[in-house]
Nanobody, 123 residues
Framework: VQLQAFGGGWVQAGGSLGLSCAAS????????MGWFRQAPGKEREFVAA????????DYAESVKGRFTIARDNAKNTVLLQMNSLQPEDTAVYSC?????????????????WGHGTLVTVSS
């Protein structure tokens, strides 16, 4: 499975950005997908996850109500819509796919990773 992330960029606090992650290869193996982020000097942290089949979702408390994750099975794509962005959301965002778990907040549950995309939120 190969993952490629698109989107990101710069936005002022309170603004919105959308990220997308396109999966290719043996996508039939995908059970779930997630978005993680890593801010400078911090560890990678869970943001949101979605099951590939049913579309069930899970969010980190810090983004609940502001971010929305969704999958488009026809396009093998997962989207992350980010609203009401704050400076603390500034990070490199990466998408990941898991073949054994449907929803997980753990980095080590995801076997496939795309390159990260930078999101910068200015105050």
């Amino acid at each position: 499975v190969q993952l490629q992330a698109f989107g990101g960029g710069w936005v002022q606090a309170g603004g919105s950005l959308g990220l997308s992650c396109a999966a290719s290869g043996r996508t039939v193996n995908i059970y779930g997908m997630g978005w993680f982020r890593q801010a400078p000097g911090k560890e990678r942290e869970f943001v949101a996850a979605v099951t590939w089949s049913a579309g069930a979702t899970d969010y980190a408390e810090s983004v609940k109500g502001r971010f929305t994750i969704a999958r488009d099975n026809a396009k093998n794509t997962v989207l992350l819509q980010m609203n009401s962005l704050q400076p603390e959301d500034t990070a490199v965002y990466s998408c990941a796919a898991a073949s054994r778990v449907a929803l997980s907040r753990r980095v080590d549950r995801y076997e496939y990773w795309g390159h990260g995309t930078l999101v910068t939120v200015s105050s």
